[in-house]
């Protein structure tokens, strides 16, 4: 039995029927494979995949498939699996390895059964790096046969930054978390929506009128903010990086300090891709009832171990006593949007794995060195342009003489 999915039992005709629709809003894939698919690209191609295993990443797998690789998956995240689409994955016969709820020794178990390839692996699609770290970590043996990762989030090319800083980066790596299509439309759009998405799920706040504080003003903290302010709230942010914070100043925002506006904010969001952003320390600051929420990749932004009496209310939602102060967490501290709702909406992320799946051609039909890579200009304009023809968008074309007089 090359697969282990929840033990729910009719999911795979529910994920079957949601995958149609989910198709129809992946222009991006759509036309890759229709492009690539009698030239079978990945032949020979021995995929391992660690991303999260929702209807967007089945299509991704599917046209994986359709372009002549063999693929094995997990889910990144122990929390964002949408199991009909593991089910829908499984019922192709692909070997799939996620179910919403691993405890962390299932989770690393996933990981550890992508790999189970007859030669091994040779490429990896990651997001946030657990598979490509834990491969340098555990199964150094298999990393001369592996042509390369490329790597979805901003969190994993941190990681896998420091790995080449010390000389311990043994595979090539393409950038995709920078592609222009993959940061500027995921990270910020997606936010923006599937935050809310997340939000109204767990509680369904009024979110008109209460103080909302964000940690982090990159792309993700910025949808997030901006989503908040487009329903009403009062915005207030924090943020490390002065240039950033300068910026969320001018976007309108109040930027101060965490410790000034944890006793200020109704709700919480942590975006920033460190630890201990709010911490007991805030804890003590804030509000009766206030609510803890995270966007960013790992579960260490909001210092969860420093609440105890956690009481589960429903699936994602637990009443946390805190000296005597009920704080609301919501999805254990982890990814809030994936957690609760079913992430960013398909369009979106048609983007960022076009850009995932141009990327593993490029990696597999071409030698690289073991250093990190920007995705290829070329690829994001092509990207670009497949969503905006798709979306009957029209684009200018220059004269000759313009050209010249930009080139000039």
């Not at 690789?69 to 192709?92: F, G, M, Y």
């Not at 490429?123 to 834990?134: C, K, M, N, P, R």
Request: proline share 4%; charged share 25%.
């Amino acid at each position: 039995m090359d697969y282990k999915v929840s033990d729910h039992k009719g999911l795979g005709k529910l994920g079957k029927e949601e995958l149609k629709l989910t198709r129809q809003e992946m222009p991006g894939l759509l036309k890759l494979k229709e492009r690539f698919e009698k030239k079978k690209p990945l032949k020979g191609a021995r995929i391992a995949g660690s991303l999260h295993m929702t209807l967007e990443t089945a299509v991704l797998i599917e046209t994986l498939v359709a372009l002549g690789a063999e693929v094995r998956w997990s889910s990144c995240n122990a929390l964002s699996t949408h199991d009909p689409a593991a089910h829908a994955i499984k019922d192709q016969g692909i070997p799939v390895f996620a179910w919403k709820g691993e405890s962390e020794k299932e989770y690393w178990w996933c990981i550890e059964k992508t790999l189970e390839f007859k030669g091994g692996p040779n490429l990896l699609i990651d997001d946030g790096a657990d598979l490509t770290v834990f491969i340098h970590e555990n199964y150094p043996k298999l990393l001369p046969n592996i042509l390369g990762v490329s790597e979805e989030t901003t969190t994993g090319l941190r990681r896998l930054r420091q790995l080449e800083s010390k000389g311990k980066l043994e595979i090539p790596v393409i950038n995709v978390a920078e592609a222009k299509t993959k940061k500027a439309f995921d990270n910020y759009y997606g936010s923006k929506e599937s935050f809310i998405d997340g939000l109204k799920r767990a509680l369904n706040p009024m979110i008109a009128g209460k103080v909302a504080v964000v940690a982090g003003y990159g792309e993700v903290g910025k949808g997030c903010a901006d989503g908040l302010k487009a329903y009403g709230a009062h915005v207030i942010v924090t943020e490390a990086d002065p240039v950033k914070a300068y910026l969320a100043l001018m976007d309108g925002f109040e930027v101060m300090t965490m410790e000034k506006a944890a006793p200020l904010g109704d709700l919480f969001v942590t975006a920033t891709g460190c630890f201990d952003v709010i911490s007991s320390k805030h804890f003590e600051k804030m509000k009766e009832g206030a609510i803890l929420s995270n966007m960013g990749h790992f579960d260490t932004e909001i210092d969860v171990k420093a609440l105890k009496n956690r009481k589960t209310i429903k699936p994602g939602v637990e009443v946390c006593d805190f000296k005597g102060k009920n704080l609301i967490l919501l999805a254990e501290g982890k990814l809030l949007n994936l957690g609760l709702a079913k992430g960013h909406p398909p369009l979106v992320m048609s983007n960022s794995f076009s850009c995932q799946l141009l990327a593993q051609i490029e990696l597999f039909q071409k030698r690289h060195k073991n250093t990190i890579y920007p995705f290829p200009e070329k690829l994001d304009k092509d990207v670009a342009e497949m969503h905006l023809k798709a979306l009957g968008g029209g684009l200018t074309k220059l004269t000759q003489a313009q050209k010249a007089y930009l080139e000039s």
